[in-house]
């Protein structure tokens, strides 16, 4: 089972509210959802002054579509296909390379997807303040490359289904598993630096 | 018989808990003799368990009134 979390409000009668014209309904909806909004934003767009834009965009662009929205998805996955164009689109203006692409195909051949293998200490994050911790996993998303950055970010910050994402950037359900494996085993490789139980070694593999 | 790799393959699905029962067995069998991809499933799973637990950013209060701002704009603009 997927789990797609939705937790804390239902949303159904809010979105119905808005629908109908209620500002202030509206207003709850975007104080429920600005937080994961922004920081999607910034993931995507590793840029402050690009993610203030696109939540911004985000919200406007929903208040404005309100009517477009059919309720046959979650007003959640919608909001965050809104802003994933949106930020999207901030990436291609900024940079003109290839790598801005998420559909690009990647080489997923006969690459190493295991380099270093070592235990983690018990809580290994306790190890470290708020802020380090913020740090070190900020930094190591920000090492992704974008196609893995955003299927991560999505399916297991954003806590959208394999489906939700996939639909989202447009790619295929086999696509996003892929993707998803690779950064998560990429990930995990980078704070294993950081949380290795202390005086293990790690050791070649595979 | 199972390989590391034919492991690695089903790790999303198997940490996901989107498997059968049966392929489910497998990977449990093969991460009770293998060390290294009992390593590898135990620290993805806290890989994606320390971000699950990641509170989203606070918006700082200007980026928040300039919102704000925004929508009440176009709301007022809506209901004209």
């Avoid at chain 1, 190493?112 to 070190?136: C, K, M, N, Y």
């Avoid at chain 1, 289904?161 to 696509?175: I, K, M, N």
């Amino acid at each position: 089972m997927t789990v797609s979390s939705q937790a804390g409000i239902d949303e159904t009668p809010l979105v119905a509210r808005a629908r109908e014209g209620d500002a202030r309904a509206f207003g709850e909806l975007v104080q429920h959802y600005e937080g994961k909004i922004f920081r999607l934003a910034q993931h995507v767009t590793q840029n402050r002054e690009d993610a203030e834009d696109v939540l911004q965009e985000t919200f406007m662009k929903a208040y404005e579509h309100l009517d477009q929205f059919e309720g046959n998805s979650k007003f959640y996955t919608w909001i965050v296909r809104i802003a994933v164009n949106q930020a999207l689109m901030k990436l291609r203006r900024r940079k003109t390379d290839r790598s801005v692409s998420l559909d690009e195909t990647i080489d997923t051949g006969e690459d190493t997807l295991v380099r270093e293998i070592a235990a983690w200490g018990e809580d290994p994050e306790q190890r470290f303040s708020r802020e380090e911790l913020g740090g070190i996993l900020d930094s190591a998303i920000q090492s992704l490359e974008p196609p893995y950055r955003s299927v991560f970010v999505l399916r297991d910050i954003d806590e959208l289904s394999t489906e939700e994402t996939a639909d989202v950037l447009g790619l295929s359900v086999p696509a996003v598993k892929s993707r998803l494996l690779r950064a998560r085993l990429q990930l995990r490789e980078k704070l294993t630096r950081f949380f290795r139980r202390k005086g293990d070694d790690a050791f070649a593999y595979m | 018989m199972l390989t590391c790799k034919d492991f690695l393959n089903e790790l999303t699905d198997y940490l996901d808990e989107c498997l059968d029962a049966e392929s489910r067995t497998k990977l449990e069998r093969h991460i009770t003799e293998c060390p290294n991809c009992w390593v590898i499933a135990d620290t993805t799973r806290k890989t994606i368990q320390i971000y699950k637990g990641m509170d989203p950013y606070p918006i700082p209060p200007d980026v928040e009134t300039r919102l704000m701002k925004a929508l009440e704009k176009k709301m007022a603009e809506k209901q004209k």
